[in-house]
C-alpha cells in the first residue's frame, strides 16, 4: 500500500487549482491526485469530432470528466462575485472568497488568459433598462477564456504540476476508510492507498458518489435544488448590444404567474449548443469559443427555474434525471423545439425546422417540449421569454430554438466548516461537489484556499 501525505479525488477546478498552489507554494508533501476521466489531450467528444451525429453516451463522458472536469470543454468562463456562483462567501468570509477569485484570475492571466478582455455587469446601464421591465442583473467580473483558450491554459498548468503531483486517469474511487491517523483510498483498479488527509473534489457529476461516502461516514449533508430549464438559441444580432458590454448577462425574472424565479445562464455570445452525458442522462449545454474562426452567427444560452423539495420527496436530483430521462426517451437524446410551435401547442417537425431562418449548432430531434417539462416550469420560462424580448426585442421570435433539457444538478451541501473540513479530521470536500459553490470561480478558489491551509500544516 502507497502512502500519501494528501490524495486528492478529482481532477476538476478545485483539485486543478489546488495542486497548482501546492505546487507554487514549494512545501515537501506527497500528492497523489485521482480522477476516472482521461488526460486533457485525449478529452475528445466525438460529436465535436464530427464522428457522430448525436451522444453516444460515451463512459467517463470526456465533456464532463477528464483534468480540468467540466469546466474544460465549457466556454472557460468566470465569475468573480459572491451574487451567485456559489455561498463559498458563508464558509470563509465575503473579503476572502473575492480575493481567492481575483488571485485564481492571476494566475490564469499568467497562464494566457490576460488576452482575454475582463468584462464588468456592475453600474451597467443595462441594470437600469432590465429593473424598468422587471429583470434583476446581478453583478460580477467576467473573464470569458473560450473553449480554446481554456484547455490551453489548462495544460499549461499541468505541466507547471506533473512532475510535483502523481496523477492518475482513468481511475474511480469504489472506497474511502477511515483508519487511525487517516484514510484508505481503493480504487477501481485495484489500488490502495493511504493519507494523512483526503480532499474530495469530484464535481457534480460525483454527487451521488460523495453522498454515498458522507452516508458511510455519517457526515451530514443538507439537500440542495436542481435547476430545470431549455437552453435557448437565436441570431447573435438580438443580444449583440448586451454581450458586447457585459459578455454575460445574469438576469433573475419573477414571474407573475406562479410568483417563481427563472434566471439566465451560461450565455454564449456567437458559440454552439452542446450535449452532455452526466451519468449516463444527456442534457444540454452551450460553449464558445475565442479563436474568430470558431464563432457561429448563433448566440446561446439557458434559462433556467430552481426546484427544491421538502417533505415527503427530498430528492431534487432524482426530478431532474427523471425528466431528462423522458427527453431522452422521447428524442433519443435532446429535443428541439420552435418558440413559435410551443406557444402554438404543436411540435417542431422536420418540415417545419427546414423552414426556420434560425440555423441550429446542434443536431437535435425536433419535438415537444411540453410532453417533457412540467407545465409551471415551461409556463415560467415562456414568460421570460416574453420579458426577455423587451430588453432585447426578437427574442420571443418563433424561429427562436429551445433545446431541452438542461439540467443543473446541484450536490447536497456537505457540512463543513470555516476550513471547508467536515467533522472527521483531514477529511475536506472541495468545489461543486461539496454543494457549496457552483461556478469554475469559486471551485478553483476553494482549491487554493485548502491548499494554503494544508501547506501551513505541512510546514511550506
Not at 209 to 220: A, E, H, R, T, Y
Not at 225 to 238: F, K
Not at 338 to 352: I, N, T
Amino acid at each position: 500500500m502507497k502512502e500519501y501525505d494528501i490524495v486528492i479525488v478529482g481532477a476538476g477546478a478545485s483539485g486543478v487549482f489546488m495542486s497548482y498552489e501546492l505546487t507554487k507554494l514549494d512545501n515537501d508533501t506527497s500528492i497523489l491526485m485521482l480522477d476516472k476521466g482521461a488526460p486533457l489531450e485525449k478529452r475528445i467528444c466525438p460529436i465535436s469530432a464530427g464522428k457522430v451525429k448525436n451522444c453516444i453516451k460515451c463512459s467517463p463522458c470526456h465533456i464532463m470528466n477528464g483534468y480540468g472536469g467540466a469546466g474544460t470543454l465549457s466556454d472557460g468562463k468566470y465569475n468573480i462575485t459572491t451574487q451567485f456562483g456559489g455561498e463559498l462567501h458563508r464558509h470563509v468570509g465575503h473579503d476572502e472568497a473575492l480575493e481567492l477569485m481575483e488571485y485564481v484570475d492571476e494566475v490564469l492571466c499568467s497562464m494566457g488568459g490576460a488576452e482575454a478582455k475582463l468584462y464588468t455587469s456592475a453600474n451597467s446601464k443595462l441594470k437600469t433598462i432590465a429593473l424598468q421591465h422587471n429583470l434583476h442583473m446581478l453583478d460580477a467580473d467576467i473573464r470569458h477564456l473560450g473553449t480554446d483558450r481554456n484547455v490551453r491554459i489548462l495544460g499549461r498548468i499541468y505541466d507547471t504540476v506533473k512532475d510535483r503531483v502523481d496523477i492518475e486517469f482513468y481511475t474511480g474511487v469504489e472506497d474511502v476508510e477511515q483508519t487511525d491517523g487517516g484514510y484508505i483510498v481503493r480504487t477501481d483498479k485495484g489500488g490502495e492507498y493511504k493519507c494523512r488527509d483526503l480532499v474530495l473534489a469530484t464535481g457534480r457529476s460525483g454527487s451521488s458518489w460523495i453522498s454515498s461516502v458522507c452516508d458511510k461516514l455519517g457526515i451530514k449533508q443538507q439537500k440542495n435544488r436542481v435547476d430545470i430549464g431549455v437552453r435557448v438559441e437565436l441570431p447573435a444580432e438580438i443580444f449583440e448590444k448586451i454581450t458586447d458590454e457585459v459578455y454575460e448577462c445574469k438576469l433573475v425574472y419573477k414571474t407573475d404567474k406562479y410568483n417563481d424565479l427563472v434566471r439566465t445562464f451560461c450565455m454564449n455570445p456567437r458559440g454552439v449548443v452542446v450535449a452532455e452525458n452526466t451519468n449516463g442522462i444527456v442534457t444540454v449545454n452551450g460553449h464558445s469559443y475565442a479563436d474568430p474562426a470558431l464563432k457561429t452567427e448563433n448566440t446561446n444560452f439557458a434559462l433556467l427555474v430552481s426546484n427544491k423539495f421538502t417533505e415527503p420527496f427530498r430528492d431534487s436530483n432524482e426530478y431532474g434525471e427523471s425528466i431528462a430521462r423522458l427527453s431522452n426517451m422521447l428524442g433519443g437524446g435532446v429535443l428541439m423545439q420552435r418558440f413559435g410551435d410551443l406557444v402554438k401547442g404543436r411540435r417542431s417537425s422536420k418540415r417545419r425546422m427546414e423552414k426556420c431562418f434560425t440555423r441550429p449548432t446542434l443536431e437535435a430531434t425536433p419535438g415537444d417540449l411540453s410532453l417533457v417539462i412540467p407545465k409551471r416550469q415551461l409556463d415560467n420560462i415562456i414568460e421570460m421569454i416574453y420579458a426577455l424580448d423587451e430588453i432585447a426585442p426578437g427574442t420571443a421570435n418563433e424561429d427562436t430554438l429551445l433545446y431541452g433539457v438542461e439540467v443543473k444538478f446541484y450536490n447536497s451541501e456537505v457540512e463543513v466548516d470555516e476550513h471547508l473540513e467536515t467533522k472527521l479530521k483531514g477529511l475536506y470536500v472541495l468545489g461543486d461537489g461539496s454543494g457549496v459553490t457552483h461556478s469554475l470561480s469559486q471551485a478553483s478558489a476553494s482549491g487554493v484556499y485548502v491548499a494554503r491551509i494544508l501547506a501551513e500544516k505541512y510546514g511550506s
